[in-house]
């Protein structure tokens, strides 16, 4: 599969890079497999978005085969068509039908029926508020997300005339304003789940060693939408002067889907 996914040169060697981004993929799966272990749907399906070329996608599916769990498809989607057209590739290499593979952006791409997963590994930035929106809108069961980058949040936080005093604060001291930024933006992706119905659980998924991005948000789905945690959203906003992207990702596809 290493060769097939290039990850591998053709003596088995695989690169100090692959090495690390193996090890992310690695921790990320016990999450993925614990929630499809437990889902309720029949036939379950795992929607992978910004896939890239798709490495957590072929290793759950290696890994389902091998626990030999029930079938389960897994629907790689990104914006890339020259990417996709490579997972397809290594999937007609390899042989496992259940994969596939879509050209759309988070925004645009939907499903007939609920998904069992949602998940994206190191998307970045307001990519990851746009997975937790897609999977939000789309009912998913569970949503699994490792967030990469802050650089809109901290950006937004640094321009001049922001009227909070955050913003100043994030212009005289950049790494404050950068670990502010990550706190807020992980915060507020929290509370957006939680509002919407969702248990939400931030953990660790590797060594802070492999990676520096190594927080994982997963949420389940209970139905039981929070005023509690919409309030406290709103006055994360209005005290940061920051909106949301998951709510606005929300809008934006609702409304590019014709539901607005």
């Given at each position: 599969?290493?060769?097939?996914?290039?990850?591998?040169?053709?003596?088995?060697?695989?690169?100090?890079?692959?090495?690390?981004?193996?090890?992310?993929?690695?921790?990320?799966?016990?999450?993925?497999?614990?929630?499809?272990?437990?889902?309720?749907?029949?036939?379950?399906?795992?929607?992978?978005?910004?896939?890239?070329?798709?490495?957590?996608?072929?290793?759950?599916?290696?890994?389902?085969?091998?626990?030999?769990?029930?079938?389960?498809?897994?629907?790689?989607?990104?914006?890339?068509?020259?990417?996709?057209?490579?997972?397809?590739?290594?999937?007609?290499?390899?042989?496992?039908?259940?994969?596939?593979?879509?050209?759309?952006?988070?925004?645009?791409?939907?499903?007939?029926?609920?998904?069992?997963?949602?998940?994206?590994?190191?998307?970045?930035?307001?990519?990851?508020?746009?997975?937790?929106?897609?999977?939000?809108?789309?009912?998913?069961?569970?949503?699994?997300?490792?967030?990469?980058?802050?650089?809109?949040?901290?950006?937004?936080?640094?321009?001049?005339?922001?009227?909070?005093?955050?913003?100043?604060?994030?212009?005289?001291?950049?790494?404050?304003?950068?670990?502010?930024?990550?706190?807020?933006?992980?915060?507020?992706?929290?509370?957006?789940?939680?509002?919407?119905?969702?248990?939400?659980?931030?953990?660790?998924?590797?060594?802070?060693?492999?990676?520096?991005?190594?927080?994982?948000?997963?949420?389940?789905?209970?139905?039981?939408?929070?005023?509690?945690?919409?309030?406290?959203?709103?006055?994360?906003?209005?005290?940061?002067?920051?909106?949301?992207?998951?709510?606005?990702?929300?809008?934006?596809?609702r409304a590019a889907l014709g539901r607005a």
């Open positions: 599969m290493l060769a097939a996914l290039g990850m591998a040169s053709s003596r088995g060697r695989v690169s100090s890079d692959s090495q690390r981004k193996l090890a992310q993929v690695k921790g990320m799966l016990p999450w993925l497999l614990r929630a499809l272990r437990f889902t309720r749907h029949a036939s379950p399906t795992a929607i992978e978005f910004g896939c890239g070329k798709a490495y957590l996608g072929f290793f759950l599916a290696q890994a389902v085969r091998d626990a030999r769990e029930r079938p389960i498809a897994i629907l790689g989607v990104d914006p890339n068509a020259e990417l996709v057209r490579r997972c397809q590739r290594a999937r007609n290499i390899l042989g496992w039908p259940e994969m596939d593979f879509r050209v759309a952006t988070c925004e645009t791409f939907a499903v007939a029926h609920p998904p069992a997963l949602v998940c994206a590994l190191h998307v970045c930035d307001v990519v990851t508020d746009q997975v937790i929106g897609a999977g939000i809108d789309m009912g998913a069961e569970r949503i699994i997300v490792a967030p990469c980058c802050h650089s809109s949040y901290q950006r937004r936080l640094r321009e001049a005339g922001h009227r909070h005093e955050w913003g100043y604060i994030a212009r005289c001291f950049p790494l404050l304003g950068s670990r502010f930024s990550e706190f807020v933006t992980e915060a507020m992706r929290c509370l957006a789940l939680r509002s919407c119905g969702y248990e939400v659980q931030v953990r660790e998924f590797v060594s802070g060693t492999t990676t520096p991005k190594n927080t994982v948000i997963v949420a389940s789905f209970t139905g039981k939408l929070s005023e509690r945690a919409l309030s406290e959203l709103h006055r994360i906003e209005e005290m940061t002067g920051l909106e949301s992207e998951v709510r606005c990702s929300l809008d934006r596809r």
